[in-house]
């Protein structure tokens, strides 16, 4: 019988431990580290100023072939999503795009998962749904025009483009 509840209680606890490792805060009471740092340093959230953090940082990039988010732009999201969450009535585009490695239709369908990984992450942060719209140009709209790697790069990612 001892073991029994010893068991319980150690099941509790790695349960209590993981939920406290939570990599998305689900209630809407905490902000996240982008929103916090704007507020203390005293800079405009808005997504028409070109000074703001909202217009200069909404690309998230991705790996080859990939659309998970990387952990380096989840920053990025959080801070459009507590904008989003705090001007219901603002709505954003999220484009997804991909390099020019790949067929068209191959291309399509992964910049608009990525466009979709965006708005789900979006929405789990409480952003409503009916804010976003999510849409994929696939390999049409490239920011680097070379053959590089690095344009390769520049090219895989979801632009989120604020509508007036």
Known sequence: MSSRITRTLTIAAFAASL???????????????????????????????PQSPLAQ??????????????EQYRSVVE???N??????????RIEGNADARGGTEYNL?????RSDAVAR?????????????????????PKALGNTEADYAENRRADINYQR
Request: proline residues 5%; charged residues 15%; contains cysteine.
């Open 19 to 49: 939920a406290a490792c939570s990599s998305v805060p689900l209630d809407q009471s905490g902000t996240g580290a982008a929103g916090s740092d704007s507020a203390s340093t005293g800079q405009v959230m808005d997504p028409f100023n």
């Open 57 to 70: 940082q909404r690309s998230v990039y991705f790996e080859f072939d990939s659309y998970s988010i990387p």
């Open 79 to 81: 801070m459009h999503s």
């Open 83 to 92: 904008y989003l969450t705090s001007h219901p009535g603002q709505k954003v």
């Open 109 to 113: 369908a992964l910049g608009q998962r």
């Open 121 to 141: 992450m979006m929405t789990l942060l409480g952003v409503n749904a009916n804010q976003l719209e999510a849409i994929s140009f696939g390999k049409e709209r």
